[in-house]
């Protein structure tokens, strides 16, 4: 069986990171093997939660690997804590990335046209590095931003699209994407969470960057933002690439099934804090 390191924080309430991670590519059949940055009683998004920060004991489990000669198919980045971190999963991938391990970084670093609080400029840097290294990234219109731009003009060139409308950050993920591909020699670049409207009814866009064509794949929007649904869309095509299949395939298999899982989410009146009701639309990814 095909195994993929997942490089991610564990939240115990929350539905995100790896407790989202683990089931997805489970049930596409592959083996996550979890690497834990931090271990969380509840995401953040909560009041409070209590934090314990990894940073130092990573260092202790990759040689534990690497005394049992472990050897993943294919390794997914997601929410590093900060540079020190960043700096760490760059040794990891020295250690563990051989030349048909397949890399997929979902580089979190912002959303809405802003930095997280956590954004620093070296943080951005050390996730460009990361980004060199990976064959597909899933980033946001506004971390796609940030690789390109940094921080500041990526504030102001947000203000100006928002003055611009839906159409202008349509195209701006398209202009994004390719400038990704070209940067950072990247199979596909998956810019993810645009939002569109047509027609009175609002939709969510994910745009699949490749060498040979752009594809847009929309969803119906359903209800608000839920914890953890860029860790469940980038799982699916985390163990997509290790298993060969496209990636415009695996996006479409991803938003079909977000779709489902958010209705039954908005359905039972769930909190955003507490995730999407994912688990009965586990089968949609057999």
Avoid at 54 to 68: G, P, V
Avoid at 250 to 256: D, G, I, L, V
Wanted: net charge negative; proline share 2%.
């Amino acid at each position: 069986m095909k195994k993929i390191a997942v490089i991610n924080d564990l939240s115990g309430l929350g539905k995100c990171s790896l407790t989202a991670a683990i089931p997805v590519i489970s049930v596409m059949g592959v083996q996550a093997v979890p690497f834990p940055t931090a271990v969380l009683s509840n995401q953040t998004g909560y009041a409070s939660y209590f934090y314990d920060d990894y940073t130092d004991r990573l260092d202790n489990i990759a040689e534990e690997w690497k005394k049992i000669g472990f050897a993943p198919d294919g390794i997914y980045t997601g929410f590093l804590a900060g540079e020190a971190q960043a700096e760490k999963i760059q040794g990891f991938l020295n250690g563990f990335a051989k030349e048909d391990t397949k890399i997929l970084t979902d580089p979190i670093l912002g959303d809405n046209g802003k930095a997280h609080g956590f954004y620093t400029e070296k943080l951005c840097k050390c996730m460009r590095s990361l980004v060199k290294r990976a064959h597909v990234i899933t980033p946001n219109l506004t971390e796609a931003m940030l690789l390109l731009f940094g921080k500041e003009d990526t504030e102001k060139q947000w203000r100006a699209l928002e003055k611009d409308g839906d159409e202008a950050f349509l195209r701006a993920a398209e202009k994004c994407g390719k400038l990704l591909l070209k940067e950072y020699s990247l199979q596909t670049v998956v810019i993810t969470g645009v939002e569109h409207t047509e027609e009175n009814k609002a939709y969510m866009g994910n745009l699949v960057c490749e060498a040979e064509e752009n594809t847009w794949v929309f969803s119906k929007k359903e209800g608000g933002s839920y914890s953890g649904t860029g860790d469940l869309f980038a799982s699916v095509l985390s163990a997509g690439l290790v298993k060969g299949l496209s990636m415009k395939d695996c996006a479409e298999k991803a938003a079909r099934f977000l779709e489902k899982a958010l209705r039954q989410t908005v359905k039972e009146g769930t909190d955003r804090n507490e995730g999407v009701c994912f688990e009965p639309y586990l089968k949609e990814l057999l």
